[in-house]
């Protein structure tokens, strides 16, 4: 697994994802909550596209929950639960490309946005290249989720 080291280090590409079910994350105890987001297009600035598909996060317990983005396909959705995989196998930290927040409800957890690269100009007619403000935007929408723990909206729970 690689980090983009431009613009920032919260984005991550994975060139082969690991394998995961939903049955293999629930016997690890990972969580998936609802969509929640739009897939948005980056360039690298080395002529590579990449598109952003969900979001991991780490609590301070060690829990860990997949964020998926609405409208994720099979091999989109495959490439997160491997993220999730690799965020067990593989503790967060800022050189690997996580970021951290803390939040009143759940206190100090580690967060990541995942990406995978875009494989044809067809994916590229349905996602965008999106703006500083949509990020922020869309990263405010995530934040009140996460601080509202999202417990009435997972799926695929290992609780």
């Not at 994350?25 to 600035?45: E, F, H, M, N, Y």
């Not at 946005?113 to 007619?125: F, G, I, K, L, N």
């Amino acid at each position: 697994m690689i980090h983009n080291p431009e613009p920032d280090n919260r984005y991550r590409s994975c060139e082969t994802p690991l394998i995961a079910t939903d049955d293999i994350l629930t016997d690890r105890g990972i969580i998936v909550r609802a969509p929640l987001g739009q897939k948005s297009a980056w360039d690298d600035g080395h002529g590579e596209i990449f598109k952003e598909i969900g979001r991991v996060t780490v609590d301070a317990t060690g829990l860990v929950e997949l964020w998926p983005y609405l409208g994720l396909g099979a091999d989109e959705m495959a490439a997160l639960r491997g993220f999730g995989i690799d965020a067990l196998e593989q503790a967060p930290t800022r050189v690997g490309g996580w970021d951290q927040g803390t939040c009143t409800t759940r206190g100090l957890f580690w967060w990541c946005a995942m990406s995978v690269p875009v494989m044809t100009d067809a994916e590229c007619d349905t996602i965008f290249r999106s703006t500083p403000q949509f990020h922020v935007d869309q990263d405010r929408a995530f934040f009140a989720t996460y601080a509202d723990d999202g417990a009435t909206d997972q799926f695929g729970s290992a609780a």
